[in-house]
């Protein structure tokens, strides 16, 4: 449990820090918005995004009430002030899907995950691609209290035809390492992030592969 703990912290670090600036007043709430999507025959689509991507029948697939517990896990691993941050994103961000190669629990020294998470920036101007989303992500990093450490520069890669910018991230606590690879694009107003998370490069190829699936309308 140990490591699947820590392999959800940084998506929780990332995916909660930008929205607490936009204006949160009157807007719909983002579940109001974006429809949390259907699985059907292993693959996973979603209408407001207009994408698909196809699951591993052998993987794990989170429901709802185990997202909330892995964001509720994460949330306590941050500092007070990130905490804060993250309790503020939350009406602007959902987490659409979460995926896991064993069920959660299993006793394997590392359990590989996909995550997909959206993030309302349509208040943010500023935000025009992936980067810019991965700038701000950066900085909350640096005061989360997670020892997480920023591997190369951002690149860009191409899947379903969309152009993500993709942040690495390394994090080491105690003897556990974990590698992960955060794709971001902003689409319909929303930062649209994808973050694998693995340990050894068996693990990463695997879910490269699923990642290699995504479709958009």
Excluded at 133 to 146: A, C, E, N, P, Q
Excluded at 206 to 217: A, E, P, R, S, V
Aim: a positive charge; aromatic letters at 8%; hydrophobic letters at 40%.
């Amino acid at each position: 449990m140990r490591s699947f703990r820590l392999s959800i912290a940084g998506v929780l670090v990332v995916a909660a820090g930008i929205a607490a600036l936009t204006l949160t007043g009157c807007q719909k709430k983002v579940s109001e918005e974006v429809d949390q999507g259907t699985i059907e025959n292993s693959v996973y689509h979603n209408n407001y995004f207009g994408m698909s991507i196809t699951i591993p029948d052998d993987w794990s697939v989170l429901d709802k009430k185990q997202m909330e517990m892995i964001a509720n896990m994460g949330k306590q691993m941050v500092s007070r002030d990130s905490k804060k941050i993250i309790e503020a994103a939350e009406p602007q961000s959902i987490t659409l899907l979460g995926v896991f190669k064993h069920p959660l629990g299993t006793p394997v020294p590392f359990n590989p995950n996909f995550m997909c998470v959206a993030e309302r920036v349509r208040h943010l101007p500023g935000i025009n691609r992936g980067r810019d989303y991965h700038y701000h992500s950066r900085k909350l990093m640096k005061t989360s209290g997670i020892n997480i450490k920023i591997v190369g520069e951002i690149y860009s890669e191409t899947h379903g035809g969309v152009a993500f910018d993709v942040m690495s991230t390394e994090m080491r606590l105690g003897g556990t390492v974990i590698l992960q690879k955060q794709y971001a694009a902003i689409r319909k107003g929303y930062a649209l992030l994808f973050v694998i998370s693995y340990s050894t490069p068996e693990q990463e190829k695997l879910l490269g592969n699923i990642l290699d699936t995504l479709t958009f309308q």
